[in-house]
């Protein structure tokens, strides 16, 4: 008896993971997105967390980021990080509507899943374009800075006014031209122009007099933009953490846009086609039998099926 009960439970048993089958009552395609979501949340908290602990090592000098992200397309003035949260708004309701477009696609309604699916596509590609500027606005720059022997970045004041190297110099930063400055000019601008000063990597304010000695003693490039190796803002690893957590996220939402547009073609496009298909083979037995025959034929067929054996 217990041999028999063995060999039953050998037979029926399953094995815990085979491609097809479902571990946990979850379905295989669930878990590889559930190990998807698992490793990616572990990469950005690792972003996340370097970035924290860099932060926190160099609070002094650390770039505020309301002086960093304070410009908006289009509109002139500061605008400290207007345009960021506008981003991250477009962001959470492009998650809205996808969230939508699922619901109605469980409820098999074709025309809001389409029209959801393309709102989240527009959302995200509206993101993906605001990224874009804000990565051209980032390496280009705006304000400039002085970097200096113990690399630390100074920025250009008028009073206690974050000002800009372009407006002691008398240039504009946004006509497409690629400027440079030297430590030299700068200097000599300030004793031209006694109203603007620095403001040092500690937001501590220097006058006028104090800043020309202070470049003279210890200033070595004027910074323009950023990049992976300069930053005008402050620090190089601020720089280096923006270009990477906004890349790798630009990345992600990049991905999922192309996905749901091969998603949305098929669904308006490849549906559609296979549907004119099955019409046209429908239609060209019709066309070349009759109508009547296939009625003849499928009154046949449900008289047979229908009568009792």
Known sequence: MDE?????????????WKGGDQPYE????????????????????????????????YPD?????????????????EHPLLFVALMTFILIMSSVTM?????????MQKKKVILWLSLTIVGGAIFL??????????????????????????????GEKLSSVYALMGADGHDGTHHHFTVDQVITSLEANPQ?????????????????????????????????KNNEYGHPLFADYFFFITGFHGFHVFSGVIILIIILIMLVI???????????????????????TFEFAGSRFCMKFSSPA
Not at 31 to 48: E, P, Y
Not at 216 to 221: G, H, K, L, P
Not at 270 to 292: E, H, K, N, Q
Request: net charge negative; no cysteine.
């Open 26 to 57: 979850a379905s295989y395609g669930k878990l590889m997105m559930w190990f998807f979501l698992i490793t990616d949340t572990l990469t950005f908290s690792a972003f996340l967390a370097s970035y924290g602990f860099s932060r926190f090592k």
């Open 129 to 158: 374009g605001s990224q874009a500027w804000e990565w051209g606005h980032f390496i280009h720059g705006d304000k400039g800075g002085i970097n200096t022997q113990t690399e630390h970045v100074v920025h250009i004041a008028e």
């Open 99 to 107: 969230v939508l477009a699922v619901n109605y696609g469980h409820k």
């Open 270 to 292: 490849i549906l559609d086609i296979l549907g004119i298909a099955l019409a046209i083979l429908v239609m060209i037995p019709i066309s070349l039998f009759g109508r009547s």
């Open 61 to 77: 000098i650390w770039p505020n980021p309301e002086d960093v992200f304070s410009h908006f397309p289009f509109l002139h003035g």
């Open 196 to 228: 603007y000063n620095i403001r040092k990597a500690n937001r501590m304010y220097l006058t006028n007099e104090d800043a020309i000695a202070y470049l003279r003693e210890n200033a070595s490039e004027v910074l323009l933009g950023a990049n992976l």
């Open 4 to 16: 028999a009960l063995d060999e039953a439970l050998v037979k029926d048993h399953k094995p815990a």
